[in-house]
């Protein structure tokens, strides 16, 4: 197959990233990318290169039907698609060992984590997830250490629980049900979550919480531990 | 616009949270417009294309971390493609850029070329530009901005078909090994 020839491969993803690759020969080189992942790597390299060329066109606000649309045909998009794709990716297989191996490779390099929690199923006691921060990072890293089944209609949201009893828990946003979600904050996370006793995941309709607050069972909670 | 705070919002929209794909919306929507605007030259099908375009950007939230581009080039590039894609509707006709327009992108201080210099994000590609041949950047430029086919600049630029791809191939050759130095 003559799409084996590098030079060719690199010609016709600049031409697709161009614009220039059109008509039949276009919707061929797109099947050909679906399954061709070193293809679609050389195109989206030539998209880095000449996208930037964007930043000379105007803004046009779009009226508001536009946004309106949107809407209207994403009501009722299943959950499970995204979850599912989720699940797919399957980085983390499960249980103990596997929290012992990621606490033991971030043990390697003590001096930058600053806080973790390692988050139990209140029914099984048995951790699920670990929350953690890195020094001066504004980003907040949940990785599931057990991959969790959630209903189509629901989603994971974690919350800080409040030093003092009489305020209400903050959310600090949803998570994949597996796999690693990185949560970034305005300033290092570190230090905005400095005074958090514990964290709480809870179960929420898809969207998160409608409130603010959370709504769900609490599934899982952990202490916030200074490293 | 934090090419982080986009990631992040577009994690978000992954996970199904409306309120990120609300405010993903509210940031991008404006430039995303534009781009299908310039390339469709038509309204219509410019919503069209930005409706389509944000519906499946909420589908395939959760696919973007797997290329490896700034949250706004993945955006843009599902944009371009369906932009691209309305052009080959059968029997469509669209009227071209005027002429003016085309001659201002002759003169390499005028116009986008000037502008993408000022930007922090297109700098280093604008200086590239800059040291292409004037025939080599102009047909790269309007084939990008307006979605113009090999036939359409050639007939535009009055050039035979041959000499406007070998301008356009030899033009990305000299983009790419200039943004590689």
């Known amino acids: ?227 | 616009m934090q090419p982080d705070a986009l990631g992040q919002l577009l994690e978000q929209c992954a996970l199904g949270n409306r309120a990120a794909f609300a405010d993903l919306y509210r940031q991008t929507s404006a430039k995303l417009f534009g781009v299908a605007l310039r390339i469709l030259r038509r309204e219509d099908w410019a919503e069209e294309v930005l409706q389509e375009s944000f519906v499946n950007i909420w589908r395939h939230a959760a696919a973007y971390s797997v290329y490896k581009s700034a949250p706004m080039t993945w955006m843009i590039s599902i944009v371009r493609n369906r932009a691209l894609d309305i052009l080959r509707r059968p029997g469509l006709e669209i009227a071209l850029a005027d002429e003016s327009l085309i001659e201002a992108w002759e003169d390499s201080d005028a116009g986008p070329l000037d502008r993408l210099l000022k930007s922090n994000e297109a700098a280093a590609l604008a200086r590239c530009l800059q040291q292409l041949d004037g025939n080599q950047r102009q047909s790269i430029m309007l084939a990008f901005y307006y979605g113009l086919t090999h036939a359409e600049l050639a007939k535009h630029l009055r050039q035979p078909l041959g000499t406007v791809k070998s301008w356009i191939r030899r033009g990305l050759q000299r983009l790419r090994e200039c943004l590689t130095i």
Not at chain 1, 25 to 42: H, I, S, W
Not at chain 1, 96 to 110: E, T, V
Not at chain 1, 192 to 220: D, F, R
């Open chain 1, 1 to 227: 197959m003559k799409y084996a020839n590098p030079e060719l491969r690199d010609k016709l993803a600049a031409e697709y990233a161009l614009g220039t690759l059109r008509g039949a020969a276009r919707a061929r080189f797109r099947r050909l990318m679906k399954y061709d992942p070193a293809l679609r790597r050389t195109v989206t390299e030539w998209e880095n290169r000449i996208y930037p060329m964007t930043e000379a066109t105007a803004e046009v606000e779009p009226p508001a039907r536009v946004w309106n649309a949107i809407q209207a045909s994403l009501a009722g998009t299943a959950q499970q698609i995204v979850l599912g794709f989720w699940r797919t990716l399957g980085l983390f297989s499960s249980g103990l060992a596997l929290a012992l191996l990621l606490y033991l490779g971030l043990a390697q390099r003590p001096e930058t984590l600053s806080y973790m929690a390692l988050l139990n199923d209140q029914k099984s006691q048995q951790p699920v997830l670990m929350v953690s921060t890195v020094r001066n990072s504004p980003k907040l890293m949940i990785k599931v250490l057990a991959p969790q089944t959630i209903a189509a209609d629901k989603v994971l949201e974690l919350w800080a629980l409040p030093a003092e009893q009489d305020k209400p828990p903050k959310s600090l946003g949803l998570f994949a049900a597996s796999g690693v979600t990185t949560l970034q904050f305005s300033q290092a996370a570190d230090q905005q979550l400095g005074n958090i006793p514990a964290l709480a995941v809870s179960l929420e309709p898809k969207g998160g919480s409608p409130t603010g607050l959370p709504t769900g069972p609490v599934l899982y909670v952990g202490k916030w531990l200074k490293m």
